[in-house]
């Protein structure tokens, strides 16, 4: 029987870019000797093939620039003037090291060299020492490579940290515009909660109401509460489209005849066109006819027309002196008093029959009970009190008792 071959493991993968990873011994850069005798070039090639890093020489300093554009240089060993090579090196190889060889060397000379940023600092008879001077190649290398490896993760943070800054402002930008969004969405779900909140208040206060009398007064009441004292002038529309006044408070001026039919014909046609209308005494005058004008000048107005189902049933117009204008607020109220009023004048017809309502035309306050409905009034005992159904829990304005709300 033949023995199966046990099966040959696999190579290890090894990524493209490892191996395209050239040597980093060889391609980070040689060693360039300038204008070195016999001894420190001998020394200098020892130390370098001890590296594995090649060796260069020119004979001047004008020759360091060229061959620095040619190619990386890791470290520069110089005989020749300091002061002219540091800048070229600053200029051409910021990253490599220099090693000045002084023939004459002093204290004095020294620190000239270390201050015009060399490395290292060797007497000539220190360099031709082949030990002595792999031993100082062997440290500048170390320290270019250290300090090249330094600047290459600095040079990532950077960016790092530039790409962080700019995800940071992004971020920012789009928090803050969330904010706004939520704040707007806050304010207005408060508003709309404001909005609910006075409707039903002011519904609520009109489920009591039995008759338009009743509508008509709870609804100037609670206008009075709301927004302060105030003229209120409340007109209803008829099928044909007119309006007549239905209710009026007297709070500065009187509500006369001539001044009820001019607002029916002015401000009540605009307001039913305009389904509100909020003017103080500035911009009042350009929206009142002469009749209007003699009566409501210097006063602001406030008001809005109570629609149910797109229909206009109600307009409702408050005015006062203009040194005491209507506020945003006034006009919410306002607003949300406007549906669930024309509701109950809607529900108070449906109920109550066309033989409660004047054939043509909405009944003023007052004249919203036929005579018929008193012709029984003698029948009652003349003691001065009052019949057992003739009081009403709605009827508390007519008794003089305190309001509900």
Request: proline share 5%; net charge negative.
């Amino acid at each position: 029987m033949a023995q199966r071959k046990a099966p040959t493991p696999p190579a290890p993968k090894t990524s493209k870019a490892i191996q395209a990873r050239p040597d980093r011994k060889r391609t980070d850069g040689s060693i360039l000797l300038v204008a070195p005798d016999a001894g420190v070039a001998e020394s200098a090639r020892t130390a370098g093939a001890s590296k594995g890093v090649p060796v260069e020489v020119v004979d001047s300093v004008s020759q360091v620039a060229e061959v620095l554009g040619k190619h990386p240089v890791r470290l520069v060993i110089a005989s020749a003037d300091s002061k002219q090579l540091m800048p070229i090196l600053r200029d051409e190889a910021p990253d490599a090291q220099a090693i000045f060889v002084d023939e004459t060397p002093s204290v004095d000379r020294s620190i000239t060299a270390f201050r015009a940023g060399f490395l290292d600092y060797l007497s000539a008879d220190d360099a031709a020492n082949p030990d002595k001077l792999a031993d100082r190649v062997d440290a500048a290398l170390d320290k270019q490579h250290h300090l090249a490896r330094t600047e290459r993760r600095l040079g990532r943070l950077r960016s790092a940290v530039r790409k962080l800054n700019s995800s940071r402002r992004e971020v920012g930008k789009r928090v803050d515009v969330l904010c706004n969004d939520l704040i707007s969405a806050y304010t207005d779900l408060a508003r709309q909660m404001d909005t609910v909140r006075l409707r039903q208040e002011f519904g609520a206060l009109l489920e009591d109401a039995d008759d338009l009398e009743q509508l008509l007064c709870h609804t100037m009441d609670w206008i009075l509460k709301r927004m302060g004292h105030c003229n209120i002038a409340i007109y209803l529309t008829s099928e044909n489209g007119c309006s007549e006044l239905g209710a009026y408070m007297k709070y500065t001026i009187a509500g006369d005849l001539p001044l009820t039919q001019a607002m029916a014909d002015g401000l009540v046609k605009q307001i039913q066109h305009r389904s509100y209308l909020h003017a103080d005494a500035t911009s009042l005058p350009a929206l009142l006819t002469t009749d209007e004008l003699s009566t409501l000048q210097g006063q602001t107005v406030l008001g809005v027309d109570c629609q149910y189902l797109a229909e206009s049933l109600a307009t409702i117009i408050c005015f006062r002196d203009g040194r005491k204008p209507f506020t945003a607020e006034d006009r919410e109220a306002l607003e949300c008093a406007a549906g669930p009023f024309a509701q109950v004048l809607t529900s108070l017809v449906s109920e109550g029959g066309p033989d409660d309502w004047s054939d043509e035309q909405w009944p003023h306050l007052g004249d919203s009970f036929g005579d018929d409905e008193f012709a029984g009034d003698d029948d009652w005992p003349d003691d001065g009190k009052q019949g057992p159904d003739d009081r009403h829990a709605a009827d508390w304005w007519k008794n003089g008792g305190d309001a509900p709300f």
